[in-house]
């Protein structure tokens, strides 16, 4: 356990419904990274927060996807109108933000849009 | 933007052997980790290694950043390190290589 928890651990839904997902970072990591991971691959970046701050969201995949982390501790990763190809891993990772200072991962949750 | 190669893709190993993994990155980076991802999906980190070498334990791992490229070693493997090994660099978002199998048979 590396104290980031997310939720759900898995998720089924049915093509064109709508996600979220919640992560609750280590109390004290201003810094929030959502990733997805798909089989075989690498994670794949997708935004990141400084406290409640959104630093960067253009590599979200699509408008569909959005996040938000209203006062700077849990954060959400809402997909709308999902798709069979939104079938992946997300990811939430937090740190510090201080140089040198290690990413902690959450165990991650799975999506399987059917 | 910046890419990550790392290789091998696979690899196997008797238990008790050494290996060594590679990751390969295009631009210079203020930050490199690698991290392990068990079987059920967690990601590890095992690595902040921007240059410079570390050691913990059986595992050391080598950057050598005017060069762009790092270096996992593993020694004496155990059937517990299996998984995949990523490499994974930083300048304003973290990207990170396709990954490194490992399986370890006893």
Redesign the interface.
């Known amino acids: 356990d590396?104290g980031v928890s997310q939720d759900p651990r898995h998720k089924i839904t049915k093509r064109g419904q709508n996600v979220t997902f919640r992560c609750d970072p280590i109390s004290e990591h201003n810094r929030l990274?959502w990733y997805r991971q798909t089989l075989?691959?690498?994670?794949?970046?997708l935004t990141?927060f400084q406290n409640e701050a959104q630093l960067?969201k253009s590599?979200l995949l699509s408008d569909r996807f959005s996040a938000e982390r209203p006062k700077g501790s849990f954060s959400t990763l809402e997909i709308q109108r999902t798709e069979q190809g939104d079938s992946a891993?997300y990811?939430c990772?937090t740190e510090t933000g201080a140089q040198?200072?290690?990413?902690?991962?959450g165990?991650?949750s799975?999506l399987t849009v059917v | 933007g910046i890419q990550?190669e790392q290789s091998p893709p696979d690899l196997i190993l008797q238990e008790g052997a050494n290996s060594t993994l590679r990751c390969n990155f295009s631009d210079s980076v203020n930050n490199l980790?690698w991290?392990h991802q068990n079987p059920?999906?967690?990601?590890?980190?095992l690595f902040?290694i921007p240059s410079g070498t570390k050691q913990n334990g059986r595992l050391s791992a080598t950057t050598v950043a005017t060069e762009r490229y790092s270096l996992l070693y593993i020694s004496s493997s155990q059937t517990t390190d299996s998984g995949v090994y990523?490499c994974?660099v930083d300048n304003?978002?973290?990207?990170?290589?396709?990954?490194t199998r490992l399986t370890v048979k006893p």
């Open positions: 590396t990274y075989g691959q690498g994670p794949e970046f990141y960067e590599r891993m990811l990772a040198g200072n290690t990413i902690y991962f165990e991650g799975w | 990550v980790q991290f059920w999906g967690q990601l590890i980190n902040y990523f994974a304003n978002d973290m990207r990170f290589g396709a990954g």
